[in-house]
């Protein structure tokens, strides 16, 4: 009943940006917390950067100063713009949102993940 598609993606140069979107459909009564996790191969997912209804905003150390997350709630969207792109960044990115649906049951939704490659 709620589905989390991704999109963007791909492969960059060091030093270069990429964006990711995330959009969530289906029976959802309102959406709170929003965000992005990685997994590097061989590693454990890691967050990224967090986004509450309010806009409050969390990053990985990591990534601060070089990411920037945002939401659009009238889309039920949710961003991940990269910037100064470095190797270490590469993994496969998650789009993570805690929804409350339409019969008021707060429930975890992942999307299906979408790869960002550096290249130096």
């Known amino acids: 009943q709620v589905q989390l598609v991704e999109s963007g993606g791909g492969l960059v140069q060091a030093g270069g940006s990429l964006s990711l979107s995330c959009a969530a459909s289906g029976s959802i009564f309102s959406i709170n917390d929003m965000g992005w996790y990685r997994q590097a191969p061989g590693k454990q997912r890691e967050l990224v950067a967090r986004i509450t209804y309010g806009g409050v905003t969390n990053y990985a150390d990591s990534v601060k100063g070089r990411f920037i997350i945002s939401r659009d709630n009238a889309k039920k969207t949710v961003h991940l713009q990269m910037d100064s792109l470095k190797p270490e960044d590469t993994a496969v990115y998650y789009c993570?949102?805690?929804?409350?649906?339409?019969?008021?049951?707060?429930?975890?939704?992942w999307g299906q993940g979408t790869q960002v490659t550096v290249a130096s």
């Open positions: 993570n949102v805690l929804v409350v649906t339409t019969a008021r049951v707060w429930l975890d939704y």
